[in-house]
């Protein structure tokens, strides 16, 4: 029989703690890197980092595309920013995989795809970073959409995580993004399985689903949340918290909730609906647990 999701409340997240929060340098804080944006969307990185940062991570790192970064550099100057090489289209260029690859491990956890253009790159980026057996690896955006030939290397990773909307979801499982949307548990429990990973089947109500089957379930936020930089904004929290030390379940849940709380403090403050997605990360600090 399938167990029914269990619903994502704060009484939920006593049973799934995060570390506590000790006196530490910004490296006994977490280092988490950041490989996002393109010349088209530059703002992903910067939305992404600062998330992170505002979870409680102590050290942010951005590999974007070289004429990006001097303005992600200024838009998040707590940051580290690498300018990687591009391609005409400002994608990342093929040579950005080795410096990618060759520095992932050096982190306590990596956060990969948000703004980033489609290529044939991110498929060879995909299986690199799986080899790797990153512990704490999220996926999103671009990278979704090239995980499907390596489904066997996920399996056999270290449990990734994965954000996937409706049309991700939809390439992720090779069916449509209305099958999806007819049964979004349903998708989740299959991508899940089929990747081995954590996963996340965002929408109005968002599940999370682990390879094993638990499902739980967040129904909070509202409209507010479906603007764009929202979902960079979710990863940036997942990140900040899985450089911070925490469980990746436990993390994933925690994102969860504080992205969907910190929509529902602006729904009161501002509006249901235009707020930006640049505006959540500020109520992270006062939602985290003290």
Not at 239 to 245: E, M, S
Not at 271 to 280: D, P, Q
Request: with cysteine.
């Amino acid at each position: 029989m399938t167990a029914r999701p269990a619903a994502l409340t704060k009484a939920e997240l006593a049973r799934h703690a995060l570390p506590p929060v000790v006196e530490a340098d910004k490296d006994g804080h977490g280092r988490l890197l950041v490989v996002a944006g393109s010349r088209d969307t530059p703002g992903s990185a910067a939305l992404t980092a600062i998330a992170a940062l505002r979870a409680g991570c102590g050290k942010v790192n951005i590999a974007t595309v070289e004429s990006m970064a001097p303005h992600i550099a200024l838009a998040v100057p707590e940051a580290l920013v690498l300018g990687l090489a591009e391609t005409r289209e400002g994608a990342f260029a093929r040579s950005a995989i080795r410096t990618v690859v060759g520095r992932a491990a050096q982190f306590d956890a990596v956060v990969v795809g948000p703004g980033m253009r489609e290529s044939k790159l991110c498929s060879t980026l995909a299986a690199q970073l799986l080899d790797l057996n990153l512990d704490r690896l999220v996926l999103d955006a671009a990278m979704l959409y090239a995980l499907p030939p390596h489904d066997d290397a996920a399996r056999q990773a270290a449990t990734p995580i994965l954000l996937p909307h409706s049309r991700e979801m939809a390439a992720l499982l090779d069916c449509s993004p209305e099958q999806v949307d007819a049964d979004p548990l349903a998708a989740g429990r299959k991508c899940a399985a089929r990747y081995g990973a954590l996963t996340l089947v965002k929408g109005p109500q968002s599940h999370v689903v682990t390879p094993a089957g638990r499902v739980w379930k967040y129904a909070g936020g509202g409209p507010g949340l479906g603007v764009s930089g929202s979902g960079d904004t979710l990863a940036g929290i997942l990140g900040g918290l899985l450089a911070w030390g925490a469980e990746p379940l436990n993390a994933l849940l925690w994102a969860v909730w504080l992205h969907g709380e910190a929509g529902a403090a602006l729904s009161r403050k501002v509006g249901k609906v235009g707020f930006l997605a640049r505006e959540l990360s500020g109520e992270i600090p006062a939602l985290l647990p003290s």
